[in-house]
């Protein structure tokens, strides 16, 4: 029977414990498993290498995904990195020129040292992509919508070029979620999440998430994962199932509030442009109705003065939306890119790829969508 995405947010991954009946996955809290004889086990051996919390988690990843395998990882970052080491030196990565600033921080720092070559184009417009191609490409690396000018590309469009040439397409879904967006069906290789953020949901837990079809690279990635060892510990584990089962109605109530306060931005006399694909004019519009569910909780925005100071004053100005790093869970958030997410990146790049330093991101809750705009209103003055 094929499930909605509500019910399978509810379901997937999950059965009940069969020594107990627990609704919920234990959080087996070992190392370890006794072996009737060597090499005679449960399907457990070390921790590092399987538990059965985990197992669960990555069931239910794979699911959400429409996919076949999933993995789980400590981190966002440490998931980015177990793709990254499917390559060789001299393989080259093309990836968004708008993007997370820790994965740009990942591939220009540690990885680029070990000769792994990263090529950052516009990726909105497809084309960039397929020139520049070569015979030393073997990823590309895209998120839609980007972190944090909302920028979107076409994932299928980027798919058909990823086969056409023969290179592994991976899409971080972080903004967007399983729920509003899952690459997978529209061609893409692998998916990845960091967890942390609408996976999770209650900004109480670190992890990262990969999701692949294919048979062959869920291998390969299950050997990185396990023999480089940034594995996520059962606790995190069952934190992520356990929000996972509210994915459904948090992002519904993410994209209504998204959308409310999108269009009161804009018709703020004192803001000036304002970043969300929901917007009928908006560049990515027409793509984004086509591969997304909704567009979101995440916004971006600049005064209509572009003042740095102005900027940072209605930061620190905010009660219920929170001055943090990270994004996605129930209550909001107001973030600095250009000395906070994105601060790695160095700022004539920034400002080349359009993100100014005062831009403001926002990451919008689940609280009363009244109280949200009465805080900004605030705040902005």
């Keep these: 029977m094929q499930l909605h995405k509500n019910t399978i947010c509810i379901h997937a991954g999950m059965e009940p414990d069969p020594t107990t009946g627990a609704i919920m996955t234990p959080i087996y809290q070992t190392s370890t498993y006794v072996q009737a004889a060597p ?49 060789s030196p001299g393989d080259e990565v093309i990836a968004a020129n708008d993007m997370y600033g820790g994965t740009y921080r990942l591939f220009t720092k540690v990885f680029a040292k070990f000769g792994i070559q990263f090529t950052y184009v516009d990726t909105t417009d497809v084309q960039n992509i397929a020139n520049a191609i070569t015979a030393k490409t073997k990823l590309l690396w895209i998120e839609t919508p980007t972190n944090p000018l909302m920028n979107i590309t076409d994932i299928a469009a980027v798919a058909s070029i990823a086969k056409q040439h023969g290179v592994l397409l991976c899409v971080d879904n972080t903004f967007a979620s399983p729920y509003l967006q899952n690459p997978l069906t529209l061609g893409a290789d692998i998916v990845m999440h960091s967890a942390t953020k609408y996976l999770g949901g209650h900004s109480d837990v670190i992890q ?4 692949v079809n294919d048979a062959a690279l869920r291998e390969q990635l299950y050997f990185i994962q396990k023999s480089c060892g940034a594995v996520p510990g059962p606790q995190d584990c069952f934190l992520v199932l356990r929000g996972i089962k509210t994915l459904h109605v948090r992002m519904q109530r993410h994209c209504e509030n998204g959308a409310t306060i999108a269009h009161w931005l804009r018709n703020n006399p004192k803001v000036g442009k304002v970043y969300w694909p929901g917007f009928e004019d908006n560049a990515g519009y027409t793509t984004a109705k086509k591969q997304m569910h909704g567009f979101g909780g995440m916004i971006s925005f600049e005064l209509k003065n572009d003042s740095v100071e102005e900027a940072k004053r209605v930061l620190s100005s ?28 160095p700022r004539e790049e920034r400002l080349k790829n359009g993100l100014s330093d005062a831009l403001i991101r926002l990451s919008v809750g689940i609280e009363d969508v009244n109280d949200l705009i009465a805080d900004l209103e605030k705040a902005i003055g």
């Design 208 to 211: 990262g998430a990969l999701v």
């Design 318 to 345: 905010t009660h219920l939306f929170s001055l943090a790093e990270s994004l996605g869970g129930v209550e909001s958030l107001i973030n600095h890119p250009a000395t906070m997410t994105h601060a790695s990146i």
């Design 39 to 87: 090499a005679t086990h449960k399907g457990y051996e070390y921790a590092r290498s399987q538990n059965p919390t985990r197992t669960a988690l990555e069931a239910a990843l794979a699911a959400l995904e429409h996919g076949q395998y999933g993995l789980a990882f400590s981190s966002g970052v440490a998931a980015t990195d177990a793709v990254i080491k499917l390559l």
